[in-house]
T-cell receptor, first 114, second 113 residues
Framework: AQSVTQLGSHVSVSEGALVLLRCNYS??????LFWYVQYPNQGLQLLLK??????LVKGINGFEAEFKKSETSFHLTKPSAHMSDAAEYFC????????????FGTGTRLTVIP | DSGVTQTPKHLITATGQRVTLRCSPR?????VYWYQQSLDQGLQFLIQ???????AKGNILERFSAQQFPDLHSELNLSSLELGDSALYFC????????????FGSGTRLTVV
């Protein structure tokens, strides 16, 4: 079965500190992987995506993620947190064959402490 | 503005009623997807249409139905509403059927009272 697991429903970091949000996937076929961000009362905005090109993917707002097949992981990082990064982050997976609907993780709420 | 337009933004209705949510995809996108976001279920895929045809179905209740019209806008119809149907309903669109991720609208918040 295909699924996504986000470790940690809440993560708090100090402003300027490293942000690390964890995502592991389960897939029997090559996956596409995504990170989306949701600000309060807004829709989901695509941060970055992995579609089988470079394993290190750079996204918007200084975020990046690395696809590690051996670890079935796609963790999201940002070297220095900003107050405006406070939001909910969702990891999602779809597949290179078959239907391309997204399977979402349960989300991680990021709090940035001044 | 993502380019995906959803109306209305908020909807309050009573149990047993029927509502229609509307979505206009980004210009040029042929696929439309509907998702439900609730506190207990998270983000759940409901259904996908591609160029007017149903393409994939997820956890969509029989009380719910959708369609995509020739101008590519889509409507999600929710009937015999229950309190548990209260949620954010998102529409997303993509150019085709490849799994490259898609663009979400800002959602319709449905409250059933």
């Amino acid at each position: 079965a295909q699924s996504v697991t986000q470790l940690g429903s809440h993560v708090s970091v100090s402003e300027g500190a490293l942000v690390l949000l964890r995502c592991n996937y389960s897939s029997s076929v090559p996956p596409y992987l995504f990170w989306y961000v949701q600000y309060p009362n807004q829709g989901l905005q695509l941060l970055l995506k992995y579609t089988s090109a470079a394993t290190l993917v750079k996204g918007i707002n200084g975020f990046e993620a690395e696809f590690k097949k051996s670890e079935t992981s796609f963790h999201l990082t940002k070297p220095s947190a900003h107050m405006s990064d406070a939001a909910e982050y969702f990891c999602a997976v779809s597949f290179q064959t078959g239907a391309n609907n997204l399977f979402f993780g349960t989300g991680t709420r990021l709090t940035v402490i001044p | 503005d993502s380019g995906v337009t959803q109306t209305p933004k908020h909807l309050i209705t009573a149990t047993g009623q029927r509502v229609t949510l509307r979505c206009s995809p980004r210009s040029g996108d042929l696929s439309v997807y509907w998702y439900q976001q609730s506190l207990d279920q998270g983000l759940q895929f409901l259904i996908q249409y591609y160029n007017g045809e149903e393409r994939a179905k997820g956890n969509i209740l029989e009380r719910f139905s959708a369609q995509q019209f020739p101008d590519l806008h889509s409507e999600l119809n929710l009937s015999s509403l229950e309190l548990g149907d209260s949620a954010l309903y998102f529409c997303a669109s993509s150019p085709g059927t490849e799994g490259y991720g898609y663009t979400f609208g800002s959602g319709t918040r449905l409250t059933v009272v």
